[in-house]
C-alpha cells in the first residue's frame, strides 16, 4: 500500500525559514507530479508549489520568490523550502504525489498534513 508522509512542520518567527519533506513508499512504478497544497483554518485546500517528473516547477503567486520546491527521484521524496516566512503562510500543509503502482494506473495519493505557523 502506498502511504505518502510529510515531516518537517513547526512554529517559526516570521522571517524564518522552515522546510518540509514528503516522501512516498510502498509498491511504486512511478511518479509524476508531486504537490504542495495548504490550507489554512476556514479556507479551502490551494496549492502553493508543483514539481514535474521532469523538473519543471509551479508556484502560487503568494510564495513567488520565498519557496523553493525540489524533489529526489532515488528517495521518492519532495522537499519545500519555505523562507523569508510570514504570519499568512500559518496553515497544515499537505503533500499529494501522482502515483502508479505496479498493479494498478495512476493515482493521487496524499499525506496527513503537517502544521505550519509563523508568529509575528
Known amino acids: 500500500q502506498v502511504q505518502v508522509v510529510e515531516s518537517g512542520g513547526g512554529l517559526v518567527q516570521a522571517g524564518g525559514s522552515l522546510r518540509l519533506s514528503c516522501t512516498a513508499s510502498g509498491p511504486i512504478f512511478s511518479i509524476n507530479s508531486m504537490d504542495w497544497y495548504r490550507q489554512a483554518p476556514g479556507n479551502q485546500r490551494r496549492l502553493v508549489a508543483t514539481?514535474?517528473?521532469?523538473?519543471?516547477?509551479y508556484y502560487a503567486d503568494s510564495v513567488k520568490g520565498r519557496f523553493t520546491i525540489s524533489r529526489d527521484d532515488a528517495k521518492n521524496t519532495t522537499y519545500l523550502q519555505m523562507n523569508s516566512l510570514k504570519p499568512e503562510d500559518t496553515a497544515v500543509y499537505y503533500c499529494?504525489?501522482?502515483?502508479?503502482?505496479?498493479?494498478?494506473?495512476?493515482?493521487?495519493?496524499w499525506g496527513q498534513g503537517t502544521q505550519v505557523t509563523v508568529s509575528s
Open positions: 514539481i514535474t517528473r521532469i523538473g519543471s516547477t
Open positions: 499529494r504525489a501522482m502515483i502508479r503502482t505496479w498493479k494498478e494506473g495512476w493515482n493521487a495519493y
